[in-house]
């Protein structure tokens, strides 16, 4: 499981129409808890400055666009604010429907970039159907989510279709007078968030009369047909691992009735309670709703500031210290088997007799763009077929070049041929400042610009049938 935060974003955002970053928050006890629990979690994963959000809403382009853009200034702002530090905008990208529906490959990389996955606000059925996109184009979201152990952000929309087993709100057909539409009983969206909820309960934009008529029409009696928890603003849920908190003022709907669960500015684990309410949405069984009953009256409130403090951030933690421990591993049997091989090819009697190999007249004829040196073509040919064998490197191209990159930095001081040659097949891969930087730490006399090497070595990386 990973760790997300679900529910109505707190108020970093101010909730009239015409809607802004509300400095005035700053102040307020649940908000610096809100997004401190948030920079707790992208700085688990690495400095803020290199965090990569990847923001999907439920508005048509230009109106995503614009809120997405938002909610990035408004953590931003309360990010510097509070701790000094800023995220970066160029690590901040809009996934939209058009994307999903035309380049796959392309959001499936993104996914795989990402440190935070952000799911907004909007209309229900429009962020449905960018799900329905995503599983059609045979992307699991879910499953690139734990994978890399992204932290997931939600709130309204994005909360309540987010959810394994949604609760078809008549929310947007109420409030905003869009079309009915109740998800089917197999809708799972993208199955990330464990809570089925409303997630923006009782809007302070609308008036009381309006919100109880949306309890008595909508919500209780709904809650015979699925059993659901419901988040007031400034309130969310919280899961890490196994475990799911409820934060600030949230109510359990269960058969016509609502108890609340949370108060405000209280935390509650909820988890125990959250596995009775699934099981018994499909049993129906009243065993099961006799115990739901009971644990509500059982449930221990804690301070609110104690999710910073206990060991509610302990499985993330441990989960991204088993991603670095990978990728140490993978690193290490890269460089033990990559460099093994090129030392052999260049060094050894079984590929090369080095005493019969003039090291320098070789540099000298790779100079020369239109050599037709036969150990030059060898040599390159060899190079790429032993890049090419880990290529296949957890499906990550992209990574194990950086990599690639790392470990040639390394070695050039012992092995200037072996990165000048990496250099001439593969500058291709790379922008001409990083190649500039490996070609001068060669101190091989070179005239050749980078850019010339670049152009001349793409033929030489997509043909080459190895």
Known sequence: MMSMVAGSLPGIVTRNENRRINKEGIKDEFLVMYISLIYKLFKIKKNLKDIKILYLGGYLKEENNNTGKLYFRALNYYFKTLFGEEMQIDNFTILDQDLINSDAVKVQELLKEADCLFLGIGDDQLLGSAFTSLADSGINVKAWVEKNNIVVLSACAGSVLSAKNIYGSKYDSFYHGRTEFDYPESYEGVALNIFTMEAN?????????????????????????????????????????????????????????????CEHNKMVNLTKLNELVRVYNLSKSLDIKEKILEIITKLNSETMLNILNNDALYAFRYRETLQENKRRVRRSILEWQLLSDLRNLFYSSGCVDKNSLDVDALVIQAMNLESNDDWEIYLKYKLISLVKKYINYYDNEKEFFADLYELMMEIVSSDQIIVYYFITCFSSRYDNAKMKRLLQATGIECQRKVNALSSNNKLLWRNENV
Do not use: H, Q, W
């Open 201 to 261: 309960l009782f809007p302070e934009r609308k008036t009381k009369e309006e919100n109880r008529e949306f309890e008595k029409a909508c919500l209780l009696p709904d809650s015979f047909k699925k059993r659901f928890f419901g988040c007031k603003a400034d309130s969310f849920m919280f899961m890490s691992g196994n475990i799911g908190y409820g934060v600030g003022e949230i109510y359990l709907f269960i058969d016509g009735e609502k108890y609340l669960v």
